[in-house]
């Protein structure tokens, strides 16, 4: 390429502001740092809460809130932290690295992609309202109350709440996949993808196929409550059950919606910075595809105490135990990764390390929960609370901060600072773990979930976990400073810091707004590290040549 001023001016004029990213913005990098930006504030109230319903668990008595204000604190912690936290990471992701991953300009419908996010804080923002006006009743960890008289407008804004974020989620499905499937380079088959392309291709897929059902379920409810029609109400001869069927038909899958783009995110991280091709591809793409399938087939394993015929158990017994195999199959890969491999232990290869151990661990309980006399016996206990964090934090947090951590270079122009990084993962990984480790045994013990007050026989484990999310609290304050820190000081990063092979390093730091000055070129998989191939794109040679040319313009 031949490098001209009249390049280096053009390519200057197309950089973002900062006004940009409070606007209906079209650009799927906005968009993307958007999601990113206000899923993390979402988090920092969702971790709040649960900072509240901890300190209440630090002892037996109801010495901080009452036992009706805690039902409705967790729910809305849940609620917050799924569908305003995880769900939309992802989509943070996917809209930021898509386009660039496949050497595209842009989504497949950029009004669309805006219009899909700004569905999102509008909904998160009536999802914190329907607490203050009346928390619901009836929210992620509770079914249809018998009575339906009180709440009733809070469960209605929180019903519209999560209706919006699920057609959020719905758009951008759309959008992803018609993206990857349409608008990759002519070079690029489906088989030189980028691994986090398969993630959410199958990610959209389950979106697109479970989340319709939830709004269904939600807007049936809303007639029970507001036109006294009986779907779910027994007192009028519905069922309760039917709307558990419609609720975990999405809330399975849900799970894997989240973690699926992680994955995604976890198989671009360990081969760049272990400096190896990911093992087993095909294995870990295809296998992508077959988690989304087995997770549409798996939902009534929520409902094995919800007096399920015992064949039927038998069916769904067998398909969660079943849905380990795929999943087995990219920890293997990922682990033969990174085996042999030139480790650089940076913080995103930390935080790739977290989530293997972490998920692993989830993985195995689940495994366990899949065993239907196991599930009985534990059914509603804290061991199901660990089991679930294990997979949603240890998996799907740790793997956000992974994912942070490798592309922020990519986003920002700027390279975090690695002490500050170090120090995040430590106390994160030993806070996560000093928390959820411990509610194993509480659960198999018999402590109840949902619950305020407990056997005071219990306490000792309850002040454990309590001290561990006090530092789990503790680890966000060092990210925050290295983001801020990094932004305003951090090294320059450079189009590649990380000697990468996919795409989206082939452009600069942070992109331009139409993505590339050319054509990418796909001259090698984006996975062919430890090979003897010239990489036309490694070196800093190009960014530095253009950064002195820039400063004789200016």
Same mark, same amino acid.
């Given at each position: 390429m031949?490098?001209?001023?009249?390049?280096?001016?053009?390519n200057?004029?197309?950089?973002?502001?900062?006004?940009?990213y409070?606007?209906?913005?079209?650009?799927?990098?906005?968009?993307g740092?958007?999601?990113?930006?206000t899923?993390?504030f979402?988090?920092?109230?969702g971790?709040?809460?649960?900072e509240?319903?901890?300190?209440?668990?630090?002892?037996?008595?109801p010495?901080i809130?009452?036992?009706?204000?805690?039902n409705?604190?967790?729910?809305?912690?849940?609620?917050?932290?799924?569908?305003?936290?995880i769900?939309?990471?992802?989509a943070?992701?996917?809209?930021y690295l898509?386009?660039?991953?496949?050497?595209?300009?842009?989504?497949?419908?950029?009004?669309?992609?805006?219009?899909? @996010?700004?569905?999102?804080p509008i909904?998160?923002?009536l999802?914190?309202g329907?607490?203050?006006?009346?928390?619901?009743?009836?929210?992620?960890?509770?079914y249809?109350?018998?009575?339906?008289?009180?709440?009733?407008w809070g469960?209605?804004?929180?019903?519209?709440?999560?209706l919006?974020?699920?057609?959020?989620?719905?758009?951008?499905?759309?959008?992803?996949?018609?993206?990857i499937?349409t608008?990759?380079?002519?070079e690029?088959?489906i088989?030189?993808?980028?691994? @986090?392309?398969?993630?959410m291709?199958?990610?959209?897929?389950?979106?697109?196929?479970?989340?319709?059902?939830?709004?269904?379920?939600?807007?049936?409810?809303?007639?029970?409550?507001?036109?006294?029609?009986?779907?779910?109400?027994?007192?009028?001869?519905g069922?309760?059950?039917?709307y558990?069927?419609?609720?975990?038909?999405?809330?399975?899958?849900?799970?894997?919606i989240?973690?699926?783009?992680?994955?995604?995110?976890?198989s671009?991280v360990l081969?760049v910075?272990?400096?190896?091709?990911?093992?087993?591809?095909?294995?870990?793409?295809?296998?992508s595809?077959?988690?989304?399938?087995?997770?549409l087939?798996?939902w009534?394993?929520?409902?094995f105490?919800?007096a399920t015929?015992?064949?039927?158990r038998?069916f769904?017994?067998?398909?969660t135990?079943?849905i380990?195999?795929?999943?087995?199959?990219?920890?293997?890969?990922?682990?033969a990764?990174?085996w042999?491999?030139?480790?650089?232990?940076?913080?995103?290869?930390l935080?790739?390390?977290?989530f293997?151990?972490?998920f692993?661990?989830?993985?195995?309980?689940?495994?366990?929960?899949?065993?239907?006399?196991?599930?009985?016996?534990?059914?509603?206990?804290?061991f199901?609370?660990?089991?679930?964090?294990?997979?949603?934090?240890?998996?799907a947090?740790?793997?956000?901060?992974?994912?942070?951590?490798?592309?922020?270079p990519?986003?920002?122009?700027?390279m975090?600072?690695?002490?500050?990084g170090?120090?995040?993962?430590?106390?994160?990984?030993?806070g996560?773990?000093?928390?959820?480790?411990?509610?194993?045994?509480?659960?198999l013990?018999?402590?109840?979930?949902?619950v305020?007050?407990y056997?005071?026989?219990?306490?000792?484990?309850?002040v454990?976990?309590?001290?561990?999310?006090?530092?789990?609290?503790?680890s966000?304050?060092?990210?925050?400073?290295?983001?801020?820190?990094?932004?305003?000081?951090?090294a320059?990063?450079?189009?590649?810091?990380?000697?990468?092979?996919?795409?989206?390093?082939q452009?600069?730091?942070?992109?331009?707004?139409?993505? @590339?000055?050319?054509?990418?070129?796909?001259?090698?998989g984006p996975?062919e590290?430890?090979?003897?191939?010239?990489?036309?794109f490694?070196?800093?040679e190009?960014?530095?040549?253009?950064a002195e040319?820039?400063?004789?313009?200016?």
């Amino acid at each position: 390429m031949t490098i001209t001023t009249e390049n280096i001016t053009s390519n200057h004029h197309q950089k973002r502001k900062w006004q940009d990213y409070f606007t209906f913005n079209t650009d799927h990098k906005v968009i993307g740092i958007q999601y990113l930006v206000t899923s993390f504030f979402f988090y920092l109230i969702g971790g709040a809460l649960a900072e509240v319903v901890r300190t209440e668990l630090a002892t037996p008595e109801p010495d901080i809130v009452q036992p009706e204000v805690f039902n409705q604190l967790f729910t809305m912690h849940g609620t917050i932290m799924i569908f305003l936290w995880i769900v939309p990471m992802g989509a943070a992701f996917a809209n930021y690295l898509i386009p660039l991953m496949i050497g595209a300009e842009d989504m497949a419908f950029p009004r669309l992609n805006a219009l899909a @996010f700004w569905l999102f804080p509008i909904g998160g923002f009536l999802l914190i309202g329907s607490f203050l006006v009346g928390p619901s009743q009836s929210g992620w960890t509770a079914y249809p109350p018998l009575s339906l008289l009180t709440g009733q407008w809070g469960q209605e804004i929180w019903i519209l709440s999560v209706l919006l974020v699920g057609t959020s989620s719905i758009l951008g499905a759309i959008n992803f996949s018609t993206t990857i499937l349409t608008m990759r380079i002519p070079e690029m088959d489906i088989h030189s993808m980028p691994l @986090f392309c398969w993630a959410m291709l199958a990610t959209s897929a389950l979106a697109l196929l479970s989340t319709p059902v939830l709004a269904g379920a939600l807007i049936l409810l809303s007639f029970d409550l507001l036109a006294g029609t009986a779907f779910f109400n027994p007192v009028g001869g519905g069922d309760p059950i039917v709307y558990q069927h419609m609720f975990w038909f999405y809330s399975h899958p849900a799970v894997y919606i989240m973690i699926l783009p992680m994955f995604g995110v976890i198989s671009e991280v360990l081969p760049v910075h272990a400096r190896k091709p990911i093992f087993g591809y095909r294995a870990i793409a295809y296998s992508s595809l077959t988690i989304s399938f087995l997770g549409l087939i798996v939902w009534a394993h929520h409902m094995f105490t919800s007096a399920t015929p015992g064949w039927l158990r038998m069916f769904f017994m067998a398909a969660t135990m079943l849905i380990a195999v795929p999943t087995g199959i990219k920890i293997f890969g990922w682990c033969a990764t990174l085996w042999g491999g030139k480790l650089n232990l940076n913080s995103a290869l930390l935080f790739g390390f977290g989530f293997l151990s972490s998920f692993l661990i989830g993985g195995l309980s689940g495994v366990m929960l899949a065993a239907a006399p196991f599930d009985i016996h534990v059914h509603d206990t804290y061991f199901v609370v660990a089991h679930m964090h294990y997979v949603l934090f240890g998996g799907a947090v740790f793997g956000i901060f992974a994912g942070v951590y490798h592309w922020f270079p990519k986003m920002t122009g700027r390279m975090v600072n690695e002490t500050w990084g170090k120090i995040h993962f430590a106390l994160t990984f030993i806070g996560f773990n000093l928390t959820f480790l411990p509610m194993h045994e509480l659960g198999l013990l018999g402590m109840n979930r949902r619950v305020a007050l407990y056997d005071p026989r219990f306490q000792d484990l309850n002040v454990l976990a309590t001290i561990g999310s006090y530092i789990l609290a503790v680890s966000t304050i060092p990210f925050l400073i290295n983001v801020f820190w990094s932004l305003a000081k951090g090294a320059k990063a450079g189009r590649n810091p990380w000697r990468s092979l996919t795409l989206e390093w082939q452009t600069s730091s942070p992109p331009i707004i139409e993505n @590339f000055e050319e054509k990418p070129i796909l001259w090698a998989g984006p996975y062919e590290y430890g090979i003897d191939l010239e990489n036309p794109f490694e070196d800093q040679e190009v960014d530095e040549l253009l950064a002195e040319v820039a400063t004789e313009i200016r």
